[in-house]
């Protein structure tokens, strides 16, 4: 149950899109199309953004969107905005039946 | 409204056991997935267990053996018993609830801290 791998650190500035990697392996992000990406600010909890790899829950902005190819499931946030500065962790379900997160990545707005 | 509700932290010495409690409330625990999920002080995110809507139950590999996930009907409340608890078990611990059909945390409780110390 190693954790995904996911860059430390991704900066952008207002209006602009980044992409946000998560590598995995063929036992969990290449096995199933079950990736989910959280947004946390400090001291919150963690916030759905993303499920079954392109998926919106009710009320998330489309700014935020999936995608998977292979081992590798990417977040990319479009029209970057300043409240958007925070932590972004993916997931993905495992043949398992466990779940596994990703490393994090900071994100930053210049 | 679904609210969850984490309770039952606080500093426990190792080797020691602790209980904690998430109540739920605006949904019923036993029709749908739910999961634990533990912060280390300024770490990442890290997947603890699930017990899924027919009961079976599921751990990582650094819990298990150790922590017990199961949860009551009559007071919709999810539990994590956690025994042989190590320094390295100090964290934030979120309960959450998988979203409807769906692979993917969607409502979180605001966590309850766990400290391992001597």
């Known amino acids: 149950q190693s954790a995904l791998t996911q860059p430390a650190s991704v900066s952008g500035s207002p209006g602009q899109s980044i992409t946000i990697s998560c590598t995995g392996t063929?036992?969990?992000?290449?096995?199933?199309?079950?990736v989910s990406w959280y947004q946390q600010h400090p001291g919150k909890a963690p916030k759905l953004l993303i499920y079954?790899?392109?998926k919106w829950p009710s009320g998330v902005s489309n700014r935020f969107s999936g995608s998977k190819s292979g081992n590798t499931a990417s977040l990319t946030i479009s029209g970057l905005q300043a409240e958007d500065e925070a932590d972004y962790y993916c997931s993905s379900y495992t043949i398992s039946s466990t779940h596994v997160f990703g490393t994090g990545t900071k994100v930053t707005v210049l | 409204e679904v609210r969850l509700v984490e309770s039952g932290g606080g500093l426990i010495q190792p080797g020691g056991s602790l209980r904690l409690s998430c109540t739920a409330s605006g949904f019923t625990v036993n029709t749908n997935y739910m999961t634990w999920v533990r912060q280390a002080p300024g770490k990442g995110l890290e997947w603890v267990s699930v017990?899924?809507?027919?009961?079976?139950?599921y751990y990582a590999d650094s819990v298990k053996g150790r922590f017990t996930i199961s949860r009551d009907n009559s007071k919709n409340t999810l539990y994590l018993q956690m025994n042989s608890l190590r320094a390295e078990d100090t964290a934030v611990y979120y309960c959450?609830?998988?979203?409807?059909?769906?692979?993917?945390?969607?409502?979180w409780g605001q966590g309850t801290l766990v400290t391992v110390s001597s």
């Open positions: 017990i899924q809507t027919g009961g079976s139950t």
């Open positions: 959450a609830r998988d979203i409807p059909g769906g692979a993917g945390l969607g409502d």
């Open positions: 063929s036992s969990d992000v290449g096995a199933y199309n079950y």
């Open positions: 079954d790899v392109s």
